[in-house]
């Protein structure tokens, strides 16, 4: 038997330096600790709403606080359907924000697409005058887009709260931005073939954006699921409410039901979440293809 001999290499020989691997350890550590700082940071008022929401009424409002309740009271969810029609108010939320961003994303392509890869005149100042609205603030446009659904007849309608929130310059300058970045030698293949520019928009161009398209659907469903302003200027009959208007009817005049506003606000977060938690994977790679950050 051959005896096996283990040779020492000197850090100087194979190009390993102890404090540098320290060093780069100790970094990653940092980095590693900031990362659960700023999770903890994030994740802490989200589950003192859900903790709130399982308190009484008496401790939820006693100074000084307490994070965990004493007694869970999992009536609060109860009493959210019951108080007020909140299942109702769940479901005009839901399919407003639904309709809204399939309805925007379908539009929002079909510009973008024509903006960035059809050849026509006044192109170039069509799309400038659509990023210029981005700089008109919300509140200029608030009374005049009352003024024109009211005189259309559509208060108190899913028309006044679906319509208005559709356009959007920000998906189109955003989609635009990607078609752009997409080579030439796909449509010359598709054309080559006797594709159709709506064919190579529909076959060839909106299956490659579906990272932009998640990411998009997520921020404009959730811009108009946590929606407040504008649904409650248009709407007075409670049957048309939605979620976030509907959460104020818990603040009287003279007391505030926390615990009742925090557990339908728990409740109101979960469709988030889950869409969240469905779409990660293609939010994440739509934010590295935009440039988001």
């Known amino acids: 038997m051959s005896a096996v001999r283990t040779v020492r290499v000197p850090h100087a020989v194979s190009g390993r330096r102890?404090?540098?691997?320290?060093?780069?350890?100790?970094?990653?550590?940092?980095?590693?600790?900031?990362?659960?700082l700023v999770a903890l940071?994030?994740?802490?008022?989200?589950?003192?709403?859900?903790?709130?929401?399982?308190k009484g009424p008496e401790e939820v409002v006693q100074y000084p606080p307490t994070f965990l309740p004493h007694v869970f009271v999992w009536h609060n969810y109860v009493e959210v359907f019951t108080r007020v029609p909140f299942a109702r108010y769940i479901f005009n939320t839901f399919f407003v924000a639904t309709?809204?961003?399939?309805?925007?994303?379908?539009?929002h392509a079909m510009s973008a697409y024509a903006l960035a890869r059809l050849r026509f005149r006044g192109r170039e100042v069509l799309f400038l005058g659509i990023v210029a609205t981005l700089m008109i603030p919300f509140s200029i446009t608030l009374i005049p887009t009352f003024l024109l659904v009211r005189s259309l007849g559509w208060l108190d309608s899913y028309w006044a709260l679906i319509v208005p929130a559709i356009p959007n310059a920000f998906g189109i300058f955003l989609l635009r931005q990607f078609y752009l970045s997409l080579p030439d030698e796909l449509e010359e293949a598709a054309r080559l073939d006797g594709a159709t520019p709506a064919q190579i928009f529909w076959y060839v161009a909106l299956p490659m954006s579906r990272p932009i398209l998640a990411t998009l659907a997520t921020f404009f469903f959730l811009a108009n699921w946590n929606a407040y302003l504008w649904p409650l200027i248009v709407t007075q009959?409670?049957?048309?409410?939605?979620?976030?208007?509907?959460?104020?009817a818990f603040s009287g005049e003279h007391s505030t039901e926390w615990q009742l506003i925090m557990a339908g606000a728990t409740v109101a977060a979960i469709p988030g979440l889950l869409?969240?938690?469905?779409?990660?994977?293609?939010?994440?790679?739509?934010i590295k293809l935009s440039g988001l950050k």
């Open 18 to 36: 102890p404090g540098r691997h320290l060093g780069r350890l100790l970094g990653n550590l940092l980095v590693y600790a900031l990362c659960l």
């Open 99 to 107: 309709t809204v961003t399939l309805v925007a994303l379908l539009f």
């Open 275 to 286: 869409l969240y938690l469905f779409l990660q994977r293609y939010l994440i790679e739509g």
């Open 41 to 54: 940071l994030t994740l802490i008022p989200l589950a003192w709403m859900i903790f709130g929401s399982l």
């Open 237 to 248: 009959k409670p049957e048309m409410r939605v979620t976030q208007v509907a959460l104020a």
